[in-house]
C-alpha cells in the first residue's frame, strides 16, 4: 500500500472513529414466568431482521439453526432466557407458556368471551392466567371439554401451527392434499383437525422445519426453538419484521421459503439494505470488483448505523480523492483472504489484506465475538465467494491510528471549528460601517464543542467591531447542488463597538451558516444587528481559513 496523501485527516477521522458508539445493548434475562406476565404492547413499524440488538444465550451457539428467529424475538422481548443465561431451546413449550408468548408478539384482538367462571384449571392467581385468557378470546386458543384448559400440557407442532393459523384467520387456497403431500413426507400423520389451519399456514411461509424441511414432525413437541420460528414468521406475515436474507442458513428450513441462490460479497451487500454506505465506500475505493472475485474471503462489515456514528465531514472527506488512500487502507482492514465461518474463529491476531491484524476474542461462555472494539451482531452471512459477519464499528488500522488521542482530538477540533475570514457587509440599513456596504473580516474560535467567540469587524466611515459568543448547531447533513455538504448553524449575542467621535458600545446579535469548501477553506454567511446609537443592519459574507 502506498502511504497516506493527508495525515492531517487522518489524525481527524481517526479520533472520530475511535469515538464511536457501539449500538448493542445487553439484554435483561428473566424465568419464563416473569418474563410473560406483562401486558401486551401495539406492535411497532418493521424493523430489519435479525433486530440490532444482538441477545446471546449460553446455550445457542453463533451456527445454531434457529439463532435468527431467537435474536429476533428476544429483542422484541417476545421470548426470554433464563437465570443462568441459557435459552434452552429443545425443552417442549407448554400450552400456558405458548399463550404467554401469543400475548407478546400479537395484537390480540377479542373474538370471543371468555365465561366469567374462566378455565376450572386456570386460578385467577395463575401466573398466565390473563394470557391464557387473552389467547382464547381472540380466537388463537381453544379449551377442552369440562371447560378445562390444561395448561401444563406439552403443545404438540400441529396445534401449535393450528393456532397460529386460527388466530391470524389464515385459510388455504386450492388444493389441501396437494399442498401437504407436496411439502411433508409425513404429511398422513397430520391430526384431521389440523389439515386445513396447516396448509393454510404452509402456503403463508410460516411452517418452519429442522433439520429435514419436508419432514413436519406434526405430532411432536413443539420445542422453544421452534415456536421462535414459528413466531417469527408469523410476524412477518404480519408485515412486523423483515423475512430473514435469503442468504441466512435458517431460510433453508422454511417451508416454501424458496431460498434464492446466494450471490458474491458486494452483491449480498448491495442487496441488503444495511450497507449502503459500505458499497459505496467499496466503489469509491475500487474495490467492489476485487471483492466480486471467487476468494475465498472473510469480511467484517461495518452496518450503515456504524457509519452513522461518525461525523458526517468526516465521511464525505473519505471519499474525496485526495484521501482514497486512507480509505483504501480502512476498507483493506476489514478484509481477510480465507473463508473463517463464526466456528473456526478463535481468539487471536488474523491478517488482514491491509497487511496488519485485528484482534478477535471468541466468548464462548457468552456467545459472543468481538473484532478489535467491535461486536459481532450477525455471523455467517454466506456468500458464493466468502462469508460475511457483521460489525456495529468501523476498524481502524493500527497504522493510521499512531499518535497520542488528545494530539488528534486538537487536530479534530482545529479542522472543525476555526478559521479567520475575509469578504464583505451588505448594508441594511443604519448609521454605522455595519449599515452599508463595507468590506468585512471575521473569525471563529471554539470554546467548547459548542460555544465560539466570533471576533470581527466592518469596515468603513463607522468602523464597527463585533464581538459575539454564539452557540453551534451540530453540523447537519443537506443537500446543495446535487452532492451531499454539511453546514452548520449558529445563532448568538454580544457586544459591538462604534468607532466614530466616540466609543460606543451596544447590544449585538447575530445569526449565521458555515459551509465547508474542503480541509482548509470554508465559506460563512450571517445578519448581524447591532444596537449602538441606533439600530444597524447588515449580512456578511466571506471565505475563511480553517486551522
Same mark, same amino acid.
Given at each position: ?76 422481548? %417476545? ?6 443465561? +441459557?435459552?434452552? *431451546?429443545?425443552?417442549?413449550? &407448554? $400450552? /400456558? =407458556?405458548? @399463550? !404467554? ?105 410460516? %411452517? ?6 419436508? +419432514?413436519?414432525? *406434526?405430532?411432536?413437541?413443539? &420445542? $422453544? /426453538? =421452534?415456536? @421462535? !420460528? ?105 478484509? %481477510? ?14 491478517? &488482514? ?195
Amino acid at each position: 500500500m502506498r502511504s497516506l496523501s493527508s495525515w492531517s485527516f487522518t489524525s481527524s477521522a481517526l479520533v472520530a472513529l475511535g469515538m464511536m458508539a457501539t449500538v448493542t445493548s445487553p439484554i435483561i434475562m428473566s424465568a419464563p414466568v416473569s418474563a410473560q406476565v406483562n401486558a401486551p404492547t401495539p406492535a411497532p413499524a418493521p424493523t430489519p431482521a435479525p433486530a440490532v440488538t444482538t441477545p446471546s444465550f449460553a446455550d445457542v451457539p453463533a451456527d445454531y439453526w434457529a439463532l435468527p428467529f431467537i435474536q429476533g424475538l428476544a429483542a422484541r422481548n %417476545v421470548i426470554a432466557g433464563f437465570p443462568d443465561g +441459557t435459552f434452552r *431451546p429443545n425443552q417442549p413449550v &407448554t $400450552r /400456558a =407458556e405458548i @399463550a !404467554a408468548m401469543f400475548q407478546k408478539a400479537f395484537t390480540l384482538n377479542p373474538v370471543r368471551q371468555l365465561p366469567p367462571e374462566g378455565f376450572r384449571d386456570v386460578p385467577s392467581d395463575y401466573w398466565a392466567a390473563s394470557a391464557i385468557k387473552a389467547a382464547y378470546e381472540a380466537g388463537f386458543l381453544a379449551g377442552y371439554p369440562n371447560n378445562l384448559f390444561q395448561p401444563n400440557q406439552t403443545v404438540s407442532k400441529a396445534d401449535a401451527i393450528t393456532a397460529v393459523a386460527s388466530g391470524l384467520n389464515l385459510s388455504p387456497s386450492g388444493s389441501v392434499e396437494q399442498t401437504l403431500s407436496t411439502n411433508y413426507v409425513d404429511a398422513a400423520q397430520i391430526p384431521s383437525y389440523a389439515i386445513n389451519q396447516v396448509a393454510a399456514a404452509t402456503q403463508a411461509n410460516i %411452517v418452519v422445519n429442522y433439520p429435514d424441511v419436508k +419432514t413436519l414432525n *406434526p405430532q411432536g413437541g413443539l &420445542t $422453544r /426453538a =421452534e415456536a @421462535a !420460528a414459528l413466531l417469527y414468521q408469523a410476524l412477518v406475515r404480519l408485515g412486523q419484521v423483515q423475512p430473514l436474507p435469503s442468504n441466512v442458513a435458517a431460510v433453508s428450513y422454511i417451508v416454501g421459503g424458496n431460498p434464492q441462490t446466494t450471490g458474491d460479497i458486494v452483491s449480498i451487500a448491495e442487496s441488503s439494505g444495511s450497507f449502503t454506505t459500505l458499497t459505496s465506500l467499496l466503489k469509491t475505493a475500487g474495490l467492489a470488483d476485487a471483492l466480486r472475485q471467487p476468494g475465498p474471503y472473510t469480511v467484517f462489515a461495518p452496518t450503515d448505523q456504524a457509519f452513522a456514528a461518525l461525523p458526517p465531514d468526516v465521511l464525505q472527506q473519505l471519499q474525496q480523492p485526495e484521501n482514497r488512500e486512507t480509505l483504501i487502507k480502512i476498507l483493506r482492514y476489514h478484509v %481477510v483472504s480465507g473463508d473463517l465461518p463464526a466456528s473456526k474463529l478463535t481468539s487471536g491476531e488474523v491478517k &488482514t489484506l491491509e497487511d496488519e491484524s485485528v484482534n478477535v476474542k471468541v466468548d464462548t461462555a457468552n456467545n459472543q465475538i468481538a473484532v478489535n472494539n467491535a461486536s459481532v451482531i450477525q455471523p455467517d452471512v454466506k456468500a458464493t465467494n466468502g462469508v460475511v459477519h457483521v460489525i456495529n464499528q468501523v476498524l481502524i488500522p493500527p497504522e493510521l491510528a499512531q499518535g497520542e488521542q488528545k494530539e488528534g482530538e486538537e487536530a479534530a477540533v482545529r479542522v472543525k471549528r476555526n478559521y479567520i475570514a475575509v469578504g464583505g457587509n451588505i448594508g441594511l440599513g443604519g448609521n454605522t460601517a455595519l449599515g452599508s456596504g463595507n468590506f468585512a473580516v471575521t473569525s471563529k474560535f471554539g470554546i467548547t464543542n459548542n460555544f465560539s467567540i466570533r471576533p470581527g469587524a466592518v469596515i468603513g466611515d463607522d468602523t464597527v467591531f463585533l464581538v459575539p459568543i454564539t452557540f453551534d448547531f451540530a453540523f447537519r447533513p443537506t443537500d446543495i447542488g446535487g452532492g451531499d455538504a454539511v453546514i452548520s448553524p449558529y445563532i448568538g449575542a454580544g457586544v459591538a463597538i462604534g468607532t466614530d467621535d466616540d466609543t460606543d458600545i451596544g447590544l449585538l446579535v447575530t445569526g449565521g451558516v458555515d459551509y465547508p469548501l474542503s480541509s482548509q477553506f470554508m465559506i460563512t454567511g450571517s445578519v448581524n444587528a447591532s444596537f449602538v446609537d441606533d439600530t444597524d443592519v447588515g449580512v456578511m459574507l466571506g471565505i475563511g481559513y480553517r486551522f
